[in-house]
């Protein structure tokens, strides 16, 4: 019997971060200024990210090193475990195997440390004192802040509405950090009071939050943006997931049917699935599948148009091209707060466009079925946002059954869900919108 927990030891922590830009079938169209409608260079960004991190976003390198510095901090959790879910299999009685990637290991609880350290170390390096960013579930606010804390920086979060109301542990543990949060829209920006002019009970959205920590940082000096999601350094320095992962399971002597991650921007499918996707691209292992999970309330890659848009409500970041639900689609207040976003990572978006992989739709009832029987099976509580991967594996693996077929399925639990239990209560009591 292979081992139900497979761990690697700190000397396998990736070095390097896989870059697949070099390795896409085709080019991916580029990012345009809004005003003149021609591609952005270097420059465009440098009011608001470090240039190291401009240079990962065009990078033509395959592989990119990973600072000492980051790498001795990761020790703190990585690598991550890779598990055997046995007691999950046993209950579905199903012949798949199931593996996953324990993200929530993490000291925030998620995957987003990955980047957050990487960002606040290169805006450091470039004698920026301070980060601002935006927050949906809260968990990528945990991580920058935890990161600035870690990387000696002072961190602002715009925290949407809807999650600064939900989950006040949250704000307090931002604030254990030492960061400064508000709830979005604020009073602070001028995007911020516009909404609230027109809708002063808006419950925010990620593009309103992002308009207003954009706002922020190219308003002063000694501030930098720094985003969770979307781009292509982020998605980047997530690949240390699916780095880590391929080893693994090649130590369980399996290689996955299934590649599963629940996308919200689109960094933790990208991280755990691009190395897959690069095999899939260049070793010819076309049978394996590889799935983006969304919410049905928020349906970018499964109903949402590939064309360009804004990042953000205010329409002050670059036109990326991206499938989108269009940049003012305010999503409903679901409790997976981190998969409430309008577009999704333009590399995503090309994936799917490339038909590299493919990606399902599921509401928020089903999801949390899945998650507690998960739950009750692996003693670990998910997220609602790594719910929905943990759905989407548990369908395969029924499907697995049906067919008589020992599918091996891997997904990514991108995050724990400690500080998600309202909406858990709000399950268990017969309260949830199950059809959101
Ligand atoms: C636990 C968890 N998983 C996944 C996501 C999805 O984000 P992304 O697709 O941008 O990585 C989030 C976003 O906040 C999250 O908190």
């Known amino acids: ?49 470090p240039m190291a991190l401009i240079q990962q976003e065009m990078s033509p390198e395959r592989w990119i090193e990973i600072p000492a510095e980051v790498r001795d901090i990761y020790r703190l959790y990585r690598p991550t475990p890779l598990f055997r879910a046995r007691a999950l ?56 802040s935890c990161a600035c804390r870690l990387m000696g920086l002072e961190c602002m979060v715009y925290m949407v509405r809807v999650s600064y109301d939900q989950k006040p542990y949250r704000r307090i543990m931002m604030k254990t950090y030492g960061a400064e949060i508000v709830p979005s829209p604020s009073v602070l920006t001028n995007a911020g009071r516009s909404i609230l002019a027109e809708h002063p009970d808006s419950p925010g959205s990620l593009g309103i939050a992002i308009s207003e920590a954009v706002e922020d940082a190219a308003g002063r000096d000694d501030t930098n943006y720094s985003l969770g999601s979307v781009l292509n350094h982020v998605l980047l320095h997530q690949t240390v997931i699916g780095l880590e992962a391929k080893k693994q399971m090649e130590i369980a002597g399996e290689y996955p049917d299934f590649v599963i991650a629940c996308h919200g921007g689109g960094s933790n499918f990208g991280g755990f699935a691009i190395p897959f996707a690069h095999d899939k691209i260049k070793t010819g292992r076309t049978r394996t599948r590889i799935i983006a999970v969304e919410p049905s309330a ?32 305010i999503p409903p207040p679901v409790h997976a707060g981190g998969l409430r976003y309008h577009g999704s990572a333009p590399l995503v978006s090309h994936l799917l466009a490339e038909g590299v992989i493919g990606a399902e739709a599921y509401h928020q009832g089903e999801v949390f079925q899945s998650a507690i029987t998960f739950a009750r099976c692996e003693g670990t509580i998910p997220a609602p946002e790594s719910a929905h991967a943990v759905h989407s594996a548990i369908l395969h693996a029924l499907r697995a059954k049906e067919a008589g077929e020992p599918w091996v399925i891997a997904f990514n639990l991108s995050g724990h869900g400690h500080f998600d239990l309202a909406a858990y209560e709000s399950y268990l009591a017969g309260t949830m919108d199950l059809q959101a």
């Open 1 to 49: 019997m292979t081992d139900t927990k497979i761990t690697l030891p700190e000397s396998e922590i990736p070095s390097h971060f896989y870059n697949i830009l070099p390795d896409l079938p085709t080019p991916m169209p580029p990012p345009l200024h809004p005003g003149t409608k021609q591609p952005i260079g270097p420059e465009d960004l440098a009011a608001i990210f």
């Open 89 to 144: 299999e046993e209950v579905l009685d199903t012949p798949a195997h199931i593996y996953y990637k324990s993200e929530h290991h993490s000291p925030v609880g998620s995957h987003k440390l990955n980047t957050a350290l990487v960002q606040a170390y290169y805006n450091r390096e470039a004698g920026i004192k301070r980060l601002a960013t935006e927050t949906g579930a809260g968990q990528w606010g945990s991580a920058l």
């Open 298 to 329: 928020c349906p970018t890659l499964t109903a949402g148009r590939r064309e360009y848009d804004f990042g953000d409500t205010a329409e002050t970041t670059p036109l990326i091209m991206m499938h989108t639900l269009g940049h003012k689609f």
